[in-house]
């Protein structure tokens, strides 16, 4: 009889759940996008926005657009993924693949996570170098001692320390809607930047990459993918209207941060008059030479809350790439490493080429780093769009959940128009280097021969992600608890704990409360 008072509690409890006002049910979903949104948003991010509007203006717009839907669309599929399945993309990657594609594919990831991590990495230390005149190398090295921030923060729950990055974060919306709101750029100007597209030159193409880069990243695939198994839901359907909804307002927030980005930079920057002094800044602006835009608003106090706007953005980022770099290395590999020493690598990772790059090159070198990054990132996302799309167009991976033709067609046009986008831009930038360069011609024919077939090897390896047929079935049909299997139930002739387990949407345990490093 206890068993059978299993089964009724579980039906007073859905009962209970569709009498919920749809706001209440909402907001039991809210937070896996807000947290994958955080990435989007990181010092990487900031520094691509400040240079597009810095030297284009209002021309980049129309890609801060194009991006919002293209993210709301992607990170929709991977939050479906995750619901209909019960697993992460990464295992669901793990599960298809070949054991050497497999590890490929891991290793792909894994320096996804590294390039996400960079930016974090330089952001943070120049916040510590405009609030304490620190070098910037010297700011390097200090990153690695947010492990332990972290660590302290961790007793006062994970929900709690969301929030407060969260408010930390939106400092920095603050500053700079509070400065747009000063230099009020030309309506008309920012709507046709928005909906007109256009590229002048070579070097808007690069921009327009690193843009895209910064905001579709490849790793928050697979973190969405497993964030969403970390609520209870009672049906597939709801729980993916509810994430869509979650989902496109965080973006919609990440979209208006990014659009005032630019048109404060584009709107200071190349005014007719613009002061001498602000010239140089300029026309070589970095993450660290930025805090001048918001002069107009806060005056001299401008550096110290850019400051600490810029250290927010990079402690809250940190938090997604160590989620991340656990949820890939647990997916692809099963790998159970204690969760701070996975941390403290991968922050000691992130932190080697930022370290070296800051001692040669200095904040320069740093800021020219942060872009290499983004572009990475860029270049990456195939080898984690390109799996996505397929399974959760997949009968074998989403059952009667897969993708309509409609979102079908609109993602694939989507993912196959960026992927061509990274490829064109690859070729010609590197052939564009070499006719260039000032390399000996031996030395350029060298280069060629190493370079060329790696390129080969990239444009093969998207296709046979393309073609390649799935060949597992991870989908499994659940069965509906009706009257007679109660009956059956009550008589003893049913497994309680085999209906139960079929009767509850995807719930994974080991997600549930995703803790910090301990």
């Known amino acids: 009889m206890g068993e059978v008072r299993n089964i009724k509690d579980y039906d007073q409890k859905h009962m209970n759940n569709e009498q919920k006002p749809g706001w209440k049910k909402l907001i039991s979903f809210i937070g896996p996008g807000f947290l994958v949104s955080l990435a989007y948003l990181d010092p990487g991010?900031?520094?691509?926005?400040?240079?597009?509007?810095?030297?284009?203006?209002?021309?980049?717009?129309?890609?801060?657009?194009?991006?919002?839907?293209f993210a709301l669309v992607i990170q929709s599929l991977a939050a479906n993924l995750g619901v209909s399945t019960g697993k992460r993309l990464s295992e669901l990657c793990k599960a298809e693949y070949p054991i050497f594609v497999k590890y490929c594919l891991w290793l792909l990831a894994e320096i996804a996570v590294i390039a996400a991590d960079i930016p974090e990495v330089i952001g943070t230390a120049f916040a510590l170098n405009i609030l304490f005149k620190i070098p910037v190398w010297v700011g390097v090295l200090l990153t690695g001692f947010s492990t332990l921030l972290l660590l302290g923060l961790q007793k006062y729950g994970v929900r709690k320390l969301?929030?407060?990055?969260?408010?930390?974060?939106?400092?920095?919306?603050?500053?700079?809607?509070?400065?747009?709101s000063y230099v009020r750029p030309p309506a008309g100007d920012v709507l046709k930047g928005m909906l007109v597209p256009k590229l002048s030159g070579h070097g808007a193409t690069g921009n327009a990459i690193a843009l895209l880069g910064a905001l579709v990243m490849p790793h928050n695939l697979f973190l969405h993918s497993a964030l969403v198994l970390s609520r209870k839901i009672p049906d597939i359907n709801d729980a993916c209207r509810y994430f869509l909804i979650e989902s496109g307002f965080a973006l919609f927030v990440a979209f208006l941060i990014n659009v005032s980005m630019i048109s404060v930079s584009g709107s200071v920057c190349l005014a007719k008059n613009l002061p001498g002094d602000e010239?140089?800044?300029?026309?070589?602006?970095?993450?660290?030479?930025?805090?001048?835009?918001?002069?107009?608003?806060?005056?001299?106090?401008?550096?110290?809350?850019?400051?600490?706007?810029?250290?927010?953005?990079?402690?809250?980022?940190?938090?997604?790439?160590?989620?991340?770099?656990?949820?890939?290395?647990?997916?692809?590999?099963?790998?159970k490493m204690r969760k701070w020493h996975r941390n403290l690598l991968t922050r000691c990772i992130a932190i080697t080429p930022s370290l070296i790059v800051s001692?040669?090159?200095?904040?320069?070198?740093?800021?020219?780093?942060?872009?290499?990054?983004?572009?990475?990132?860029?270049?990456?996302?195939?080898?984690?769009?390109?799996?996505?799309?397929k399974f959760s167009s997949s009968a074998t991976k989403m059952g009667p959940h897969k993708n309509s033709m409609i979102i079908i067609v609109f993602s694939w046009v989507l993912g196959l128009g960026i992927i061509c986008i990274n490829i064109y831009y690859l070729i010609t930038a590197f052939v564009g280097w070499l006719i260039s360069s000032s390399l000996p011609k031996v030395a350029n024919v060298f280069i060629g021969i190493l370079v060329f077939p790696a390129m080969a090897v990239y444009i093969v390896s998207v296709i046979y992600l393309m073609f390649r047929k799935d060949v597992v079935t991870t989908f499994i049909e659940p069965a509906k608890l009706d009257r007679k299997a109660q009956t059956r139930l009550e008589s003893g002739k049913c497994d309680v704990d085999r209906n139960m387990n079929l009767m509850n949407a995807p719930y994974r345990e080991d997600l549930a409360d995703i803790p910090l490093p301990e």
Do not use: H
């Open 359 to 389: 001692i040669i090159g200095g904040s320069a070198g740093a800021g020219r780093l942060i872009v290499i990054a983004s572009m990475i990132l860029s270049f990456e996302l195939p080898f984690a769009l390109i799996p996505l799309l």
């Open 162 to 180: 969301e929030i407060l990055i969260g408010v930390l974060f939106f400092v920095m919306a603050g500053c700079f809607f509070a400065e747009m």
């Open 279 to 335: 010239k140089d800044p300029c026309s070589n602006l970095n993450l660290n030479s930025a805090s001048f835009l918001l002069k107009n608003v806060f005056g001299k106090s401008s550096s110290t809350l850019y400051g600490i706007a810029l250290l927010a953005s990079g402690q809250s980022s940190t938090i997604t790439g160590t989620y991340t770099g656990l949820l890939v290395s647990q997916g692809f590999l099963d790998l």
């Open 45 to 69: 991010n900031m520094e691509t926005d400040l240079q597009a509007g810095a030297n284009y203006q209002y021309e980049l717009l129309w890609i801060i657009l194009i991006r919002l839907i």
